[in-house]
C-alpha cells in the first residue's frame, strides 16, 4: 500500500482462525500493521469470506493456501465492477511471497482523482 499511495483502491483483511492460536479476534496492535484508510479489517470466524471466494472458482483448478479445505494467506485482486462471486483478476498467496506482484498490480490502478 505505501509504493501505491495514488491508486484508487478498497482492501479487505479478512482475519479468521486457522491456527490452534488464532482463537480470537486480532488485536488493535495486530490490525494496526495494515494501517493505511483505504483498508477495512474485519474477524470472519466462520470462513464466510474464505468459503465464498473458493466457490469462485472452477473445482477443477488446484488452488494454494489451504488449511483444512480452507482457504487462507492468500491476496485476491478484483478490477473495478467486478463482481463478488466470479474468480478475482488475480489470486496467489502466501500474501507475503506475492507481495511484489501485488504491488505491481496495484500501480496499473488508475489513481485518486
Request: with cysteine; net charge neutral; hydrophobic share 40%.
Amino acid at each position: 500500500m505505501k509504493q501505491n499511495q495514488s491508486a484508487a483502491v478498497r482492501v479487505l483483511v479478512v482475519w479468521e482462525p486457522i491456527l490452534p492460536t488464532d482463537w480470537a479476534r486480532p488485536s488493535g496492535m495486530v490490525q494496526s500493521r495494515v494501517s493505511d484508510t483505504r483498508v477495512i479489517q474485519f474477524w470472519d470466524k466462520d470462513h464466510l469470506v474464505a468459503t465464498q471466494l473458493k466457490q469462485a472458482f472452477p473445482t477443477s483448478r488446484k488452488l494454494c493456501c489451504q488449511r483444512n479445505g480452507v482457504l487462507w494467506d492468500v491476496a485476491a485482486v478484483y478490477s473495478s465492477g467486478l463482481e463478488w462471486g466470479t474468480p478475482p483478476d488475480y489470486f496467489g498467496g502466501a500474501v507475503l511471497d506475492v507481495a511484489d506482484e501485488v504491488s505491481h498490480r496495484l500501480s496499473v490502478i488508475p489513481v485518486n482523482r
